[in-house]
C-alpha cells in the first residue's frame, strides 16, 4: 500500500475490527480480509453491522480519527470522536456572521454548484457528439447569474431547485445504459438504481466534509444555505454543493456508463425503494478511491 492518508470503509456487514500495533485487522467470520495502517487513516466509516474493538477506538481518539457509524444505505447515525473536539475554536466567528455575510456565502455556494453542473454536462456533450444540450448549459448559465443577485435564502434555495430539474434533466440523457433509466431526483427513498448511487455517494462525500469540518475547529451545525439542527450538519450540507457534479455525478456516470456496475446485480428493492447492495456498494468505493489516484485497498 502507499503511504497516503485514505478513508477506511467497511459496508461487508459482519466484519471485525481489531488491533495490531499499528494497524487495523478487518476480519470476517475468522478470515483477515485487510491490514490497514493506522497512521495512514483520516476516517474510519462503518456502514451497517460491524465491530470495532475497544482497542481500536481508543487508539482512534488519541490519534483524532473520526469513527462514522452509518446504515447501509448511508444515513449517518453517529460519530465517534475526541473530547478536544467539542471544544471549536472558530465556531464562535460562525455565530457572528451577519445576514449579509451568510447571505453572500450563500450566493457563492449555489452559484459554483450550478456552474460545476455546467462545466459536467459540457464534457458529456463532447463525449456524445450528438447530445443537445445547449438549451440547458444557456439556463443554467441564467440560473448562475440569477443566484449572484439573490436578496434572501428563500429566493436563492427556489434559483437552486429550479436550476437542479434543469441539470439533472439534461443528466438523464448522459446515460448511455438503457439498463439505467433516469426520470427526475428521488431521495428519501431513492426508487431507482440511477437515484440510489447518487444519494449513497452524496452521503459518503457529506460524511468526508463532516469529518473535515470537526478536524478544523469548525461547528458543522452552523450554515449559510441550509437550516442547521440537532440532527443536520448544515455546514457539511454546504459545502458538499460544490462537490455534487465533479465527485458523484460524474462518478456515477463512468460506471454506468463503462458499465462497471448492473442494475440488476449490485442493487436491491426494499422499504419502498432502490439501495446499493454489498457488492454494489464496494463499486462506488472502488471508484471513489480511483477517481483521487488512491488504492482500492480502502474499501472493504
Excluded at 43 to 48: A, C, E, V, Y
Excluded at 172 to 185: H, I, K, N, P
Excluded at 190 to 208: C, D, E, K, Q, R
Aim: net charge negative; proline share 2%.
Amino acid at each position: 500500500m502507499e503511504d497516503f492518508v485514505r478513508s477506511l470503509y467497511v459496508s461487508q456487514q459482519g466484519c471485525y475490527l481489531n488491533l495490531d500495533l499499528e494497524v487495523v485487522v478487518i476480519s470476517h467470520n475468522g478470515r483477515e480480509l485487510e491490514r490497514v495502517q493506522l497512521p495512514l487513516i483520516e476516517q474510519i466509516l462503518i456502514f451497517g453491522y460491524s465491530q470495532v474493538t475497544t482497542q481500536v477506538m481508543r487508539e482512534c481518539l488519541k490519534r483524532d480519527i473520526p469513527i462514522a457509524y452509518l446504515s447501509r444505505m448511508g444515513y449517518c447515525c453517529g460519530r465517534l470522536i475526541a473530547i478536544e473536539r467539542g471544544y471549536r475554536q472558530l465556531s464562535r466567528y460562525q455565530q457572528e456572521l451577519s445576514f449579509v455575510e451568510r447571505l453572500l456565502v450563500a450566493r457563492q455556494i449555489v452559484w459554483a454548484k450550478i456552474r460545476n453542473g455546467r462545466v459536467l454536462l459540457l464534457r458529456q456533450e463532447r463525449r456524445l457528439q450528438g447530445g443537445d444540450f445547449d438549451g440547458n448549459v444557456e439556463a443554467l448559465n441564467q440560473y448562475a447569474d440569477r443566484a449572484l443577485r439573490a436578496e434572501s435564502i428563500e429566493e436563492l434555495l427556489g434559483i437552486e431547485g429550479t436550476a437542479a430539474n434543469c441539470y439533472f434533466a439534461a443528466l438523464a440523457v448522459c446515460l448511455t445504459s438503457a439498463d439505467f433509466v433516469f426520470g427526475q431526483r428521488s431521495r428519501r427513498p431513492p426508487l431507482n438504481p440511477v437515484n440510489a448511487m447518487l444519494s449513497f455517494g452524496y452521503t459518503v462525500v457529506w460524511n468526508h466534509l463532516l469529518s473535515l469540518l470537526e478536524l478544523q475547529g469548525l461547528d458543522p451545525y452552523v450554515g449559510c444555505l441550509h437550516q442547521g439542527s440537532e440532527r443536520h450538519a448544515a455546514l457539511a450540507s454546504d459545502l458538499l454543493e460544490e462537490f455534487r457534479s465533479p465527485i458523484v455525478d460524474s462518478l456515477v456516470l463512468y460506471l454506468i456508463n463503462r458499465q462497471l456496475i448492473s442494475a440488476v446485480n449490485d442493487f436491491e428493492y426494499r422499504d419502498g425503494g432502490c439501495f446499493l447492495n454489498d457488492a454494489g456498494a464496494q463499486k462506488v468505493f472502488e471508484g471513489f478511491c480511483a477517481k483521487d489516484g488512491r488504492k482500492s485497498g480502502g474499501a472493504t
